[in-house]
């Protein structure tokens, strides 16, 4: 079992910053994969960003390309999203996901995919 504990997210004006960061309770040794997706009202939940276990293997949805950022600390199990320039459409409870398979790009995207999810924390950006 992984437990994924976040922190971060919070209330900030359209064009803020925050930074989201989530702890893997066990140590990550091998093939894995770290990762954000989040869910609006009234919305599915949908992919933010991912990142394998080599500094190559990072994705990131359209949306949010070229405004987020996904790091990871391997020594502290941890994964952060630096998130830029938001828009009150980013509005949204944020989760953490861990997947336990090797880096495969057709199927990081997928809800279904990861193995294990941190409780969520709300971001909300006013205009």
């Known amino acids: 079992q992984v437990q994924l504990i976040e922190s971060g997210g919070g209330l900030v004006q359209a064009g803020g910053s925050l930074t989201l960061s989530c702890t893997a309770s066990k140590h990550t040794f091998y093939r894995n994969t770290m990762g954000w997706f989040r869910q609006a009202p009234g919305q599915e939940r949908e992919f933010v960003a991912t990142?394998?276990?080599?500094?190559?293997?990072?994705s990131y949805a359209d949306s949010v390309q070229g405004r987020f950022t996904i790091s990871r600390d391997y020594a502290k199990n941890t994964v952060i999203l630096q998130m830029n320039s938001l828009k009150p459409e980013d509005t949204a409870v944020y989760y953490c996901?861990?997947?336990?398979?090797?880096?495969?790009?057709?199927?990081?995207?997928?809800?279904?995919?990861?193995?294990?999810w941190g409780q969520g924390t709300q971001v909300t950006v006013t205009s």
């Open positions: 996901a861990f997947r336990e398979e090797m880096w495969t790009p057709s199927l990081i995207g997928i809800e279904s995919e990861y193995d294990y």
């Open positions: 990142h394998g276990r080599s500094g190559e293997d990072i």
